[in-house]
């Protein structure tokens, strides 16, 4: 069966439409992989990519320029991801740039990002290897954030449990929580100190006034203060009383022990001291010479005015008026 001219027409605008689509995909996805432009190829080693594959793009400053050409695995600690860059980026891109992994989006492909430097060296060459920097992957921070939870749950129990117990009163803190009296006896230190404080600034505040009022240069306190001859003078009277006052401590030791020797010893003081009819006898003994004496000094003057001894007398008066004499 022959077909018309209508079929073919479709047929061929069909065709003609399929082409175009198929061109005009081949060019986007080749523009976007970089197949029709010039590159150059750069390298990095990481430790983990992080799912990256061949394909993923390239960013430099946020801007696509290459894609991952090619994943090496060179150790069991070192992967090397060649990076197929655009040849217009050449210049721009230096040696001391940083390339790191990350995602385009929350939830996107893996892409390679590369930091500019804070340097002005030179712009990297076909075959360069640049450094790296590796960031922390989605299942690292899940990894980290589950042990955080299980961490945060066991401290929350540790938690609820010292609550337990303080509500039910064990431990010094639920009994201060929970004893009233306690409770107020701490309120009334609380007050005390708190009066003791303001006891003590008043007391500050009166030594601060009483230190102002001292004249430094006139009064003694300022003396002692300021000069050191009249401070050194002070300290050697001090030192001297508390010598003499350990002087007379022991001379007043000695004394009591010499009263006590007399009270309790067997002498004519303690005999004395002890013996009422003995002093009496003591007392009429000196009455007695007194009497005796007096007689002594009648008969003496009668011995005197006798003719017999008058003589002898008067001779002894002239001799002591001539030692007097001689003695003017």
């Known amino acids: 069966m022959k077909k018309t001219k209508k079929e073919t027409?479709?047929?061929?605008?069909?065709?003609?439409?399929?082409?175009?689509?198929?061109i005009t995909a081949v060019y986007f996805i080749g523009e976007k992989k970089n197949m029709f432009d010039k590159?150059?190829?750069?390298?990095?080693?990481?430790?983990?990519?992080?799912?990256?594959?061949?394909?993923?793009?390239?960013?430099?400053s946020g801007i696509n320029v290459g894609t991952v050409k090619n994943i090496d695995m060179?150790?069991?600690?070192?992967?090397?991801?060649?990076?197929?860059?655009?040849?217009?980026?050449?210049?721009?891109?230096?040696?001391?740039?940083?390339?790191?992994?990350?995602?385009?989006?929350?939830?996107?492909?893996?892409?390679?990002n590369i930091i500019p430097g804070v340097g002005s060296t030179e712009s990297v060459n076909q075959g360069d290897i640049i450094s790296t920097y590796t960031k922390i992957g989605t299942g690292e921070m899940l990894n980290t954030l589950n042990t955080t939870n299980e961490n945060a749950a066991l401290l929350t129990s540790k938690l609820l449990d010292i609550v337990n117990n303080i509500t039910k009163g064990?431990?010094?803190?639920?009994?201060?929580?929970?004893?009233?009296?306690?409770?107020?006896?701490?309120?009334?230190?609380?007050?005390?100190?708190?009066?003791?404080?303001?006891?003590?600034?008043k007391t500050m505040l009166q030594l601060n006034a009483l230190i102002n009022q001292i004249d430094l240069k006139e009064s003694v306190a300022g003396v002692l203060l300021n000069d050191t001859v009249e401070a050194n003078k002070v300290r050697r009277i001090i030192s001297n009383l508390e010598i003499s006052s350990i002087e007379i401590q022991s001379v007043i030791t000695n004394l009591n022990e010499t009263i006590t020797n007399l009270k309790e010893?067997?002498?004519?003081?303690?005999?004395?001291?002890?013996?009422?009819?003995?002093?009496?006898?003591?007392?009429?003994?000196?009455?007695?010479?007194?009497?005796?004496?007096?007689?002594?000094?009648?008969?003496?003057?009668?011995l005197k005015h006798n003719f017999l001894t008058r003589g002898y007398f008067r001779k002894l008066e002239k001799e002591e008026r001539k030692a007097e004499k001689e003695k003017n």
Do not use: C, W
């Open 170 to 201: 064990k431990g010094t803190l639920g009994m201060l929580i929970n004893d009233t009296i306690a409770a107020n006896d701490i309120k009334n230190t609380l007050n005390n100190l708190k009066l003791t404080s303001q006891e003590a600034n």
């Open 74 to 112: 060179i150790n069991d600690t070192t992967i090397n991801v060649e990076l197929l860059i655009n040849q217009k980026m050449v210049h721009h891109i230096k040696k001391d740039a940083i390339a790191t992994i990350g995602s385009d989006g929350l939830v996107g492909n893996m892409i390679v």
């Open 39 to 60: 590159t150059f190829t750069i390298s990095a080693n990481f430790n983990n990519v992080n799912g990256l594959m061949h394909g993923n793009n390239v960013r430099y």
């Open 265 to 302: 010893g067997e002498g004519a003081v303690n005999y004395l001291s002890n013996d009422p009819d003995f002093v009496k006898q003591i007392e009429e003994s000196l009455r007695n010479i007194h009497e005796g004496t007096e007689k002594f000094d009648e008969n003496m003057e009668a």
């Open 9 to 22: 027409f479709n047929l061929g605008l069909f065709v003609v439409i399929g082409m175009v689509i198929l």
